[in-house]
């Protein structure tokens, strides 16, 4: 049934697809890894870049098989002359086979892969920067810098419990120095995100939810909302500051200098907050 | 086909229409107004807020009743609650006031289905470019955060709404019936229902902005959606009839094609097309109730002051969110399930071969609907839900790409040593897989826990799923309304404008969201109305592109008028030379479908099968007309 004006060769789209996938992951891996986002400002930063990078190295060359197939079937199978009807093949259960066994393999490797970067505490990136409820994966040092991140409308705000409980509209963390965030909100929904050091937390009214990270040099980061949270929740971003181990002592003693007036109006440091409830805001 | 009641109406208008249900609507409304503020001067926790929900609801509740009852569709049901004999519906068989009333022609409603959506589509779309305004320069916004987020929260809601039955309400409607053999769904009053149902919640929903908009997006996240003004109650209104509308629609298409296939249309010839309608309804009749009542406890902790999502009282903004996934993950494949089984329907017609791999595609549309009630907590990766259940939402999350992947060996296979025609169906059906591919792989990114830390709620989210949706879904239906328009309509499309509306869709489409990506892996989060300085040039690519994928849209609209305004081309009975039973019949398609019943001898997809019979016995059946109804 072989129709010589409309036949290629299977091998033939093997080797283009083996060549361009060798080519996109080579440039994946040496070109665009090194910019991968979120960067590596911190150890789950850096996890999430080898995560993206894994990802795009398994996924370029499905996604390349399948284009150089729809390239070559379109090009090659076309109506030409009389019309009439292609070959009835119904279908090819060996090969259904191992496209199924293919996809499942891939699939569970991701899967496993995934959960390993999650779980990985050997790397010190456990939890991969993300939201985990009351309690870390694993637990941080126990010099690790305690953040609490209160979000509201529109603005984090930050609580230091191991320095007096002093709160502090910037945020400022330590190099090298495990840092945990315990983000909650005392209005509606937000999720603090601090982009360059990889951390995504939802901050939920009557929630104390965990995530770590450590920075690994001093430098700057951005922090934005990232749940929808009211009409002002564009304008809710700012720029935390990652410091030396002198530079964050005399930073939170000049914080703590200047909070002194206001601290003892405060309510009193807990894990989590019921205000009164607000009137409508629109 | 006259009654005896159209015949004392000379104009053939019928006694109830879309405008005496408006007048419905009106007294309603304003019988709803009064009744919420006799409620509301009785509760307290209305002058606590300052503000009385509850004549908005009772005014939207009201105002649906009446217009149900304008448009006559209550007399049958009240009828035959105190016994009396029904009177039958009248029904206008021909002119545009067959638009305009109740009809429960499964074809008309099919028909009416199109333009309706086809509306939203046009106003949602207007919402998008003018998103796209704003984000022409990083600050100041053009428009107030308040409007802005009107109009990102208009165009989401509107768009999910609208593409839920994009295809289920105009294809599933006007095909099902034809592609089984039958001469109606199972229950035409309940169709006539769902149908009439639509524009009311389009409506409902617009009304939010006479109450200055709502702010949550499409998502309507307590305790945000507690604190909002009235617009928020548009929402949650319109959203519970499209939840109502999904339901019945649901066991509407279920009973149809369970029970109503012609004689000799067995499962494994049952065509693909309906086997994804079938799928669709599964996630529509398990999803929509757990909506509906994620919905009334927002109602109630929005008028009544209950606690549901109340963390100081008791409550979790987390039950919200379960509760909304569980269905809004369904959803999403209510919106996918619905493309695959067009693109699968369309390519056998024209690489004129058998789909390849029946089974295997089938399976490949029961798997993702099966799997889709796993997957809803991948959502809320970063939310503090206990976070040991990760794992178990990742593996899930990507073992639904197997399946997925099931339609795409299905497409492919079909093409091998095929004799492909590049029609515009078949068009839009290959551009279907080459952007549901990239939807479809981005979303490994955000089942991946790691990964998905960055680019959760990032713009990177919002192009995965415009891919999926607007790439994937959109891209059928378009691909079904070309291939069908001529048997739903008889006139032929202008092919060198359906070109051109291909190509600039096309290629506007990728140069809007592709870049998309880069912006949300770059740090910009979504729904935002201003932005970091250094993504100007970015957005303004895509703000210009996504002008350029409106102007598409324009000359989609320009090419419809013009071929069924102007030209009026007839179209011949089966212009594709498809084997589909629906091409059998007759254009226009005669009001009882089949004169009998036919009797299906054949696959639907047995293209280049020597001596395959032909698909249905139209003729010879013993089923005569008049008992068939």
């Given at each position: 049934m072989a129709q010589g004006d409309s036949s290629i060769n299977p091998q033939r789209i093997i080797i283009v697809w083996l060549v361009l996938s060798v080519i996109a992951d080579l440039a994946i891996i040496f070109l665009l890894g090194p910019h991968m986002p979120p960067g590596s400002a911190s150890a789950q930063a850096d996890e999430q870049r080898k995560t993206n990078i894994v990802l795009a190295v398994v996924l370029a060359p499905i996604a390349i098989a399948v284009w150089t197939y729809f390239a070559m079937a379109l090009t090659s199978f076309r109506q030409r002359g009389e019309f009439r009807d292609g070959p009835p093949i119904q279908g090819d259960s060996r090969l259904q086979g191992y496209w199924i066994v293919g996809t499942l393999l891939i699939v569970l490797c991701l899967a496993a892969y995934g959960t390993y970067a999650l779980y990985a505490t050997t790397s010190s990136a456990a939890g991969s920067g993300g939201g985990q409820g009351p309690t870390l994966i694993s637990a941080a040092p126990a010099n690790a810098l305690q953040v609490q991140v209160i979000s509201q409308q529109w603005a984090f705000t930050f609580r230091y419990p191991?320095?007096?409980?002093v709160e502090t509209t910037q945020l400022a963390v330590q190099s090298n120095r495990t840092v945990v965030f315990h983000v909650t909100s005392i209005d509606v929904i937000h999720s603090f995100w601090a982009y360059d050091l990889g951390i995504k937390v939802d901050g939920v009214p009557g929630v104390d939810n965990v995530a770590d990270t450590t920075p690994n040099h001093p430098g700057t980061f951005t922090i934005r909302c990232a749940e929808l949270c009211g009409v002002w929740h564009g304008e809710m971003h700012s720029t935390g500051l990652v410091l030396t181990k002198g530079g964050f002592a005399s930073w939170i003693a000049q914080q703590r200098r200047q909070a002194q007036p206001v601290l003892k109006h405060l309510p009193p440091f807990r894990s989590v907050y019921y205000p009164d409830p607000t009137e409508r805001a629109g | 086909m006259t009654t005896a009641a159209m015949s004392t109406r000379p104009s053939g208008v019928p006694r109830t229409n879309l405008f005496t249900g408006l007048v419905g609507l009106i007294i309603g409304y304003a019988i709803g107004i009064w009744v919420g503020r006799r409620i509301g001067t009785h509760v307290d926790f209305v002058s606590a807020i300052d503000e009385n929900d509850y004549s908005v609801f009772c005014a939207y509740g009201f105002g649906t009743i009446g217009y149900l009852a304008g448009l006559g569709l209550l007399s049958y049901p009240l009828n035959r609650l105190v016994g009396r004999r029904p009177v039958e519906a009248v029904k206008s068989e021909s002119g545009a006031w067959r638009y305009l009333s109740v009809s429960t022609d499964h074809k008309v409603i099919g028909l009416q289905y199109l333009w309706g959506i086809g509306l939203f589509f046009l106003i949602g779309g207007i919402g998008a470019m003018l998103i796209r305004v704003n984000l022409l320069r990083p600050s100041p916004p053009i428009f107030s955060p308040g409007q802005y987020l009107t109009l990102v929260g208009l165009h989401g809601s509107m768009m999910v709404m609208m593409v839920s039955s994009i295809i289920l309400g105009p294809f599933g409607h006007y095909l099902v019936p034809l592609m089984i053999g039958a001469r109606r769904m199972a229950f035409p009053r309940i169709e006539a229902l769902t149908f009439w149902l639509t524009p009311l919640f389009g409506a409902i929903l617009l009304t939010a902005i006479s109450y200055g908009g709502f702010p949550t997006g499409w998502t309507g996240y307590p305790p945000l959606a507690i604190q909002a003004n009235a617009g928020m109650d548009a929402y949650i209104f319109a959203f519970f009839l499209v939840a109502v509308a999904m339901v019945l629609n649901a066991i509407n298409l279920m009973a149809t094609i369970i029970t109503m296939r012609a004689p000799g249309l067995t499962w494994n010839r049952l065509p693909i097309f309906v086997w994804s309608m079938l799928a669709t309804t599964v996630l529509m009749l398990l999803g929509a109730p757990c909506l509906v009542a994620a919905l009334l406890m927002e109602t109630l902790d929005r008028t009544s002051g209950t606690t549901f999502f109340n963390a100081a009282h008791g409550g979790s903004p987390f039950l919200f969110q379960n509760l909304f996934w569980f269905f809004g993950h369904p959803e999403v494949y209510i919106l996918a399930l619905p493309g695959f089984g067009i693109v699968l329907e369309i390519l056998p017609v024209f690489a004129r071969?058998?789909?390849?791999g029946y089974r295997v595609a089938v399976s490949g549309l029961l798997g993702v609907a099966l799997l889709s009630f796993m997957v809803w907590q991948h959502h809320l990766f970063?939310?503090?839900?206990?976070?040991?259940?990760r794992p178990f939402y990742m593996l899930t999350t990507e073992l639904i790409s197997v399946p997925t992947g099931f339609v795409f060996l299905a497409g492919m296979g079909t093409l091998w040593r095929a004799r492909i025609s590049y029609s515009v169906p078949m068009l839009f059906s290959l551009a279907f897989f080459f952007n549901f591919l990239i939807g479809g792989l981005s979303g490994v990114y955000l089942s991946d826990v790691p990964s998905d830390v960055t680019l959760h709620g990032s713009y990177f989210v919002m192009a995965h799923f415009h891919y999926t949706i607007m790439g994937g879904l959109v891209f059928a239906f378009f691909a079904g309304l070309y291939y069908w328009l001529p048997k739903m309509t008889g006139l032929q499309l202008n092919e060198t404008l359906a070109k051109w509306h291909f190509w600039t869709m096309f290629i506007s489409f990728n140069s809007t969201f592709l870049p998309l990506f880069a912006l949300g892996a770059l740090g910009m989060p979504r729904r935002v109305n201003t932005y970091a300085p250094h993504f100007q040039f970015l957005n303004d690519w895509v703000s210009v592109s996504a002008f350029v994928l409106g102007l598409s849209m324009l000359i989609f609209i320009a090419n419809l008028l013009w071929s069924l305004a102007v030209t009026r081309r007839p179209a011949e009975a089966n212009p594709w030379r498809s084997r589909g039973l629906e091409w059998q019949v007759p254009t226009p398609v005669p009001v009882t479908n089949f004169e009998t019943i036919p009797v299906i001898q054949a696959g639907?997809?047995?293209?280049?099968?020597?001596n395959a019979l032909p698909v249905a016995d139209l003729s010879g059946a013993a089923i005569p007309a008049a008992t068939g109804d």
């Open positions: 191991q320095y007096g409980d | 071969k058998p789909l390849w970063v939310s503090g839900i206990n976070a040991n259940l639907p997809y047995d293209y280049g099968v020597p």
